[in-house]
């Protein structure tokens, strides 16, 4: 049984910092690609990060970059997102995934970007 769970969310000011985890079990994750995606209320899901476990490339939306970080531990079978430089536009639900479109995700984890 595939599982995702997301946590390391919160209430953060603008220009704060946080890092998210989402450990996972019932797959083989060393060799999978995974995501994270993301969704502000009324919003469509939006995909932010991506890497490829196996090989260790990343990539990210224009919106995030140079202030995300993904990675992932293999042998926790855990991915991370560091978030830095926070802005109010990052508020939402942040997933992590097995797939771009966020069809397979955990529960996801509430950042608030806030003064």
């Known amino acids: 049984q595939v599982q995702l769970v997301e946590s390391g969310g919160g209430l953060v000011q603008p220009g704060g910092s946080l890092r998210l985890s989402c450990v996972t079990s019932g797959f083989t994750f060393s060799d999978r690609w995974m995501y994270w995606v993301r969704q502000a209320p009324g919003k469509e899901i939006e995909w932010v990060s991506t890497?490829?476990?196996?090989?260790?490339?990343?990539y990210y939306a224009d919106s995030v970059k140079g202030r995300f970080t993904v990675s992932s531990d293999n042998g926790k079978s855990t991915l991370y997102l560091q978030m830095d430089n926070l802005k109010s536009e990052d508020t939402a639900v942040y997933y992590c995934a097995r797939d771009r479109l966020g069809n397979s995700r955990g529960q996801g984890t509430q950042v608030t970007v806030s003064s």
């Open positions: 890497i490829y476990n196996y090989r260790g490339y990343t």
